[in-house]
T-cell receptor, first 117, second 111 residues
Framework: DAGVTQSPTHLIKTRGQHVTLRCSPI?????VSWYQQVLGQGPQFIFQ???????GRGNFPDRFSARQFPNYSSELNVNALLLGDSALYLCASRHRTGGIMSYNEQFFGPGTRLTVL | SQQGEEDPQALSIQEGENATMNCSYK?????LQWYRQNSGRGLVHLIL?????REKHSGRLRVTLDTSKKSSSLLITASRAADTASYFC???????????FGQGTRLTINP
């Protein structure tokens, strides 16, 4: 079975540009989350989507947005790129969204390495 | 901000030795998960321990969880060169829709 896939693998942009990152979850998984990992740090939560609705949002500016499609794939959009947006962007999928007692493992894709010059 | 603190930040041991990494967190959790990351690539899920469990094993991995101290440890026995990676703990907090990661432990296994 295919795991979580992300595209592109690498991306170089300049300040002020816009970027769209794509993620396809594991088949049957309805929840997709996005994380940003700056070099040398642990991943930071950006968004979670479940059944095409936003279910959680991290402490990121409005320049960051996302959406989930009927096939449960997802896009992360970042506008007006800053140098500080350079990072590895990770997508994760899980079978269902977390509830009061959520035991679902999250499975991560290989990430998209974004470099902003 | 990150919830977890991992200790040590870096660990270097000889092949065959055991490696122990610790993680502390701040809030009540549903479960705690450990991940491995090789050279800035994607995260590989290693093991999940639920809040009502105290110890869990998977192959050469042993994870403990002490919810009273809000801490967890990951033990890798009989380490191999291929275990060289960064290891992260991540908590799945009650009512949250996200994993909160620590800063990670960079493990180096010397041949």
């Amino acid at each position: 079975d295919a795991g979580v896939t992300q595209s592109p693998t690498h991306l170089i942009k300049t300040r002020g540009q816009h970027v769209t990152l794509r993620c396809s979850p594991i088949s049957g998984h309805k929840s997709v989350s996005w994380y940003q990992q700056v070099l040398g740090q642990g991943p930071q939560f950006i968004f979670q989507y479940y059944e095409k609705e936003e279910r959680g949002r991290g402490n990121f500016p409005d320049r960051f947005s996302a959406r989930q499609f009927p096939n449960y794939s997802s896009e992360l959009n970042v506008n007006a790129l800053l140098l500080g947006d350079s990072a590895l962007y990770l997508c994760a999928s899980r079978h269902r969204t977390g509830g009061i007692m959520s035991y679902n493992e999250q499975f991560f894709g290989p990430g998209t390495r974004l470099t902003v010059l | 901000s990150q919830q977890g603190e991992e200790d040590p930040q870096a660990l270097s041991i000889q092949e065959g030795e055991n490696a122990t990494m610790n993680c502390s967190y701040k809030t009540s959790i549903n479960n705690l998960q450990w991940y491995r990351q090789n050279s800035g690539r994607g995260l590989v899920h290693l093991i999940l321990i639920r809040s009502n469990e105290r110890e869990k094993h998977s192959g050469r991995l042993r994870v403990t969880l002490d919810t009273s101290k809000k801490s967890s440890s990951l033990l890798i026995t009989a380490s191999r060169a291929a275990d060289t990676a960064s290891y992260f703990c991540a908590t799945d907090a009650q009512g949250a829709q996200k994993l909160v990661f620590g800063q990670g432990t960079r493990l180096t296994i010397n041949p």
